[in-house]
Nanobody, 122 residues
Framework: QVQLVESGGGLVQAGGSLRLSCAASGRIFSNMGWFRQAPGKEREAVAADRWISTRTWYADSVKGRFTISRDNAKNTVYLQMNSLKPEDTAIYYC?????????????????WGQGTQVTVSS
């Protein structure tokens, strides 16, 4: 059974950093992504990777600040978030499966984590 377990969220001041982790059990996925949903807003893609081609994708709003990476030995994907802004406040979700196409479409991801809250204070 596939499970995605996220960790690393929390409260941080603007300009600070957090690293989210997503540990996958059951299998290694070629395509992984991070999405977020803020109160009253639709879910949006934040970052994604395509393991086979080692390509990554980032939303314009996080380019240069966020980095997606993975450790296949641990079957874990990370989202390093630097220079955080109050508008980054949201629940962040890890997703696995995907079509491998960019920009990532959440509807194509088969598995989702439970979400982790990130709150950035001004």
């Amino acid at each position: 059974q596939v499970q995605l377990v996220e960790s690393g969220g929390g409260l941080v001041q603007a300009g600070g950093s957090l690293r989210l982790s997503c540990a996958a059990s059951g299998r290694i996925f070629s395509n992984m992504g991070w999405f977020r949903q803020a109160p009253g807003k639709e879910r949006e893609a934040v970052a994604a990777d395509r393991w086979i081609s080692t390509r990554t994708w980032y939303a314009d709003s996080v380019k240069g600040r966020f980095t997606i990476s993975r450790d296949n030995a641990k079957n874990t994907v990370y989202l390093q978030m630097n220079s955080l802004k109050p508008e980054d406040t949201a629940i962040y979700y890890c997703a696995a499966g995907g079509s491998g196409r960019f920009p990532p479409d959440g509807a194509t991801y088969d598995y989702w984590g439970q979400g982790t809250q990130v709150t950035v204070s001004s």
